[in-house]
Nanobody, 123 residues
Framework: QVQLVESGGGLVQAGGSLRLSCAASGRTFSSYAMGWFRQAPGKEREFVAAIRWSGLSTGYADSVKGRFTISRDNAKNTVYLQMNSLKPEDTAVYYC????????????????WGQGTQVTVSS
């Protein structure tokens, strides 16, 4: 199993940047695909980005492509989400998740979840 703890959320003005971090426990972090999801009030949780265990393959939701970058440091058991050019519609609770599979866009592929970190973008 793996335990996940997100950090780095906060309040930022539109156009600004934030970097989220997700620290994972366990010695097998490098074997997991990792994903970031978000959930805005009254909306379903949605896929944001994912990265395979090697870090060589990534995927993004169309809404964040070109603005967000997912990366990982397996030596530090940490996955990151660099968010640039933030928009008010990016406001949500952001969740880190771990997958024992390929790390698809489906939240059902991820059995392990963090507690979430709030990101608020003001206009």
């Amino acid at each position: 199993q793996v335990q996940l703890v997100e950090s780095g959320g906060g309040l930022v003005q539109a156009g600004g940047s934030l970097r989220l971090s997700c620290a994972a426990s366990g010695r097998t972090f490098s074997s997991y695909a990792m994903g970031w999801f978000r959930q805005a009030p009254g909306k379903e949780r949605e896929f944001v980005a994912a990265i395979r265990w090697s870090g060589l393959s990534t995927g993004y939701a169309d809404s964040v492509k070109g603005r967000f970058t997912i990366s990982r440091d397996n030596a530090k058991n940490t996955v990151y989400l660099q968010m640039n050019s933030l928009k008010p519609e990016d406001t949500a609770v952001y969740y880190c998740a771990a997958s024992t599979g390929w790390g698809t866009r489906s939240l059902h592929d991820y059995p392990y979840w963090g507690q979430g970190t709030q990101v608020t973008v003001s206009s």
